[in-house]
């Protein structure tokens, strides 16, 4: 175990700010990304739809 | 009819850019003009001090080529895309590449090697030292053509394509890089009193890979273009 | 061997390949988020406190997975787009375009981990060196692709254009690389080289190694998942599209 108690893990030897912040950004990309994916799928999907109906009432 | 040689269809297309760019005597002074007031920037936003000047000449000198040369890209297929030449090139008997090759010398011939004819000019400017300007304008010599080359693919790839000059620029000037590192290290390394030999010599690489590669890229870009 | 071959590229149509794509999503999100959290674990709780960099040198876990997904992935689209190219397959293009995204965004935070590593090791938050200057040029790269693509209108064109473009990128990455490298020696002065961290302790290498592999992971999962909404987009006007099952 490398640290002592949860505030030596968060405080991160005084580069908090450093480490932190290059793993929050790598989560904040890794969440946005897929979510920006799963809003374009659902956009998608309602065009496809839009598409259909008007299709069958053409048919 | 016989089908004409590579080298008469490249020097065919040569000489019909070269008369249609001498009846639009503007174009070649845009881009010099371009390298000129982009040359002139620099010293007003960092101020006169003749050591700095000379420090800075090479990599200034050499952007502000880089810069002059891309912005001329647009013109290089544009206007036979427009007017239906540049599909006439492509059904021809004679291979695109060799067509393609023709229209980057003359664009090279109207748009880069005058660029390589002013720089003493604006070394000068500069206070380069005499051995250098001659680097310089050496290292234009080799590098501009590069810059056609490698251009003439965003070129070609962006024909008839909206968001114009930046996209080209956006496509281009990543790929621009290594000519940039050794065209402005050669002049760099001559300033110092070092030698510019391998930095030549790799520019000189860049240009035989150009001359090589980018006419096959190019004419498939013209193709993807016209379809 | 006939029937091999013939199943392959009975999965080369968008129609086949949409639901054996969404099969493969979550397995590959799954392989991710267990890579994700051991890579982790070997970041924080194996690795050991470094001698010179104290606690800042963890952000390597980060930066060089990073910055090896994002050349990576860069290779894997050019060969997609070649691919299209060459076959004239309209999914081959549609991967390479699934991928780019991911791939830009790999060369982001390679580019913003490697800028917050700088500060507190090196004193700036942009260090010069011929690994970060390349990244930035790759990250450009990525974003011309993208550009290209959204810039033509016509969706095989785009396919093309853009293919070219990345068949003439993935030829120059090492030229351009060769190029900076030289450079950054040249004017090795007044910079330093991140790639002079720390000799590598296992413990670090693997630690590396183990992100890697959920970084990529988590790129197949998120690149399957968007040929499947750019298949929707395109294939807008198939049969095979308007019977999906699926609703909004």
């Given at each position: 175990m490398?640290?002592g108690?949860?505030?030596?893990?968060?405080a991160?030897?005084g580069y908090?700010?450093y480490?932190w912040g290059?793993?929050?950004?790598a989560?904040?990309?890794?969440?946005?990304?897929?979510?920006l994916?799963?809003l374009?799928?659902?956009r998608?999907?309602e065009?496809?739809?839009?598409?259909?109906?008007?299709?069958?009432?053409?048919? | 009819?016989s089908?004409?040689?590579?080298?008469?269809?490249i020097?065919?297309?040569v000489?019909r850019?070269l008369?249609?760019a001498a009846?639009?005597?503007s174009?070649p002074?845009f881009?010099?003009?371009f390298?000129?007031?982009v040359?002139?920037?620099f010293p007003?936003s960092?101020g006169p001090?003749?050591e700095?000047?000379?420090r800075?000449?090479p990599?200034v000198?050499?952007?502000?080529a880089?810069?002059?040369?891309m912005l001329?890209l647009?013109?290089?297929?544009?206007?036979?895309?427009?007017?239906?030449?540049?599909e006439?090139?492509?059904?021809?008997p004679v291979?695109?590449?060799a067509a393609?090759?023709g229209?980057?010398?003359?664009?090279?011939?109207v748009?880069?090697f005058?660029?390589?004819?002013?720089?003493p000019?604006?070394?000068?400017q500069?206070?380069l030292?005499?051995?250098v300007?001659?680097?310089?304008?050496l290292?234009?010599l080799?590098?501009t053509p590069?810059?056609s080359?490698v251009g003439?693919i965003g070129?070609?790839?962006t024909?008839?394509?909206r968001?114009g000059?930046?996209l080209?620029?956006?496509l281009?000037?990543p790929?621009y890089?290594p000519?940039?590192i050794?065209?402005?290290g050669?002049?760099?390394?001559?300033?110092?009193?070092?030698?510019p030999?391998?930095?030549?010599?790799?520019?000189?690489?860049?240009?035989?890979?150009?001359?090589?590669?980018?006419p096959?890229?190019?004419?498939?870009?013209?193709?993807?273009?016209?379809e | 061997?006939?029937?091999?071959l013939?199943?392959w590229?009975r999965?080369g149509s968008?129609?086949s390949?949409?639901?054996l794509a969404?099969?493969m999503?979550?397995?590959f999100?799954?392989?991710?988020?267990?890579s994700?959290?051991?890579?982790?674990?070997i970041?924080?709780?194996?690795?050991?406190?470094?001698a010179q960099?104290?606690?800042?040198?963890?952000i390597i876990?980060?930066?060089?997975?990073?910055s090896w997904l994002?050349?990576?992935?860069y290779v894997?689209m050019?060969?997609?787009?070649g691919?299209?190219l060459?076959l004239n397959?309209r999914?081959?293009?549609m991967?390479?375009?699934?991928?780019?995204?991911t791939?830009?965004?790999?060369?982001?935070l390679?580019?913003?981990?490697?800028?917050?590593?700088?500060?507190p090791?090196?004193?700036?938050?942009w260090?010069?060196?011929?690994?970060?200057?390349?990244?930035?040029v790759?990250f450009?790269?990525y974003l011309?692709?993208m550009?290209?693509?959204?810039?033509?209108?016509d969706?095989r064109?785009?396919d093309?254009?853009?293919?070219v473009?990345?068949?003439?990128?993935?030829?120059?990455?090492p030229?351009?690389?060769?190029?900076v490298?030289?450079?950054n020696?040249?004017h090795?002065?007044a910079s330093?080289?991140?790639t002079?961290?720390p000799?590598?302790?296992t413990?670090?290498?693997t630690?590396?190694?183990?992100?890697?592999?959920a970084?990529?992971?988590?790129?197949?999962?998120?690149?399957?998942?968007r040929?499947r909404?750019i298949m929707?987009?395109?294939?807008?006007h198939t049969?095979?599209?308007r019977?999906?099952?699926e609703?909004a």
């Amino acid at each position: 175990m490398n640290w002592g108690s949860s505030a030596e893990f968060l405080a991160m030897g005084g580069y908090a700010f450093y480490v932190w912040g290059s793993y929050l950004a790598a989560l904040a990309c890794m969440t946005l990304e897929p979510l920006l994916l799963a809003l374009r799928r659902k956009r998608a999907l309602e065009r496809l739809q839009a598409e259909r109906t008007r299709h069958e009432t053409a048919a | 009819m016989s089908e004409p040689s590579i080298g008469a269809a490249i020097a065919g297309v040569v000489r019909r850019d070269l008369l249609l760019a001498a009846r639009r005597k503007s174009e070649p002074l845009f881009t010099l003009g371009f390298f000129v007031l982009v040359a002139s920037l620099f010293p007003l936003s960092i101020g006169p001090e003749p050591e700095l000047l000379r420090r800075i000449a090479p990599g200034v000198l050499w952007v502000a080529a880089l810069l002059a040369a891309m912005l001329s890209l647009g013109r290089m297929f544009a206007a036979d895309y427009d007017d239906g030449t540049l599909e006439q090139l492509a059904l021809a008997p004679v291979p695109l590449m060799a067509a393609t090759m023709g229209k980057v010398l003359a664009h090279w011939l109207v748009s880069g090697f005058p660029l390589v004819v002013v720089s003493p000019v604006l070394a000068l400017q500069y206070g380069l030292p005499a051995d250098v300007i001659a680097m310089l304008a050496l290292s234009l010599l080799v590098g501009t053509p590069v810059l056609s080359l490698v251009g003439a693919i965003g070129a070609a790839l962006t024909l008839g394509v909206r968001g114009g000059g930046v996209l080209v620029a956006l496509l281009v000037l990543p790929l621009y890089v290594p000519a940039l590192i050794f065209g402005a290290g050669a002049v760099d390394a001559r300033l110092a009193g070092l030698s510019p030999a391998a930095n030549l010599s790799l520019l000189g690489a860049c240009l035989a890979l150009a001359a090589l590669f980018a006419p096959l890229a190019t004419a498939a870009g013209i193709r993807i273009s016209l379809e | 061997m006939s029937n091999g071959l013939i199943n392959w590229f009975r999965y080369g149509s968008p129609q086949s390949f949409y639901p054996l794509a969404g099969r493969m999503v979550p397995w590959f999100a799954a392989l991710a988020a267990l890579s994700g959290a051991a890579g982790l674990w070997i970041a924080f709780f194996v690795a050991p406190t470094d001698a010179q960099q104290g606690e800042a040198y963890r952000i390597i876990f980060v930066h060089v997975p990073a910055s090896w997904l994002s050349m990576f992935l860069y290779v894997i689209m050019a060969g997609w787009a070649g691919l299209g190219l060459a076959l004239n397959t309209r999914l081959s293009a549609m991967m390479a375009h699934a991928i780019a995204p991911t791939g830009a965004m790999f060369a982001f935070l390679s580019l913003w981990s490697g800028a917050l590593w700088g500060r507190p090791t090196w004193g700036t938050y942009w260090v010069w060196d011929a690994r970060l200057t390349s990244e930035l040029v790759l990250f450009f790269l990525y974003l011309g692709y993208m550009a290209l693509n959204a810039a033509i209108d016509d969706p095989r064109r785009a396919d093309r254009a853009s293919a070219v473009l990345a068949l003439v990128g993935v030829v120059n990455v090492p030229i351009i690389y060769f190029s900076v490298k030289w450079w950054n020696t040249l004017h090795q002065g007044a910079s330093v080289s991140l790639t002079r961290a720390p000799s590598m302790a296992t413990t670090m290498l693997t630690g590396m190694l183990v992100m890697a592999i959920a970084f990529w992971m988590y790129s197949i999962a998120v690149a399957l998942a968007r040929v499947r909404s750019i298949m929707l987009e395109r294939e807008a006007h198939t049969d095979w599209a308007r019977e999906l099952k699926e609703t909004a």
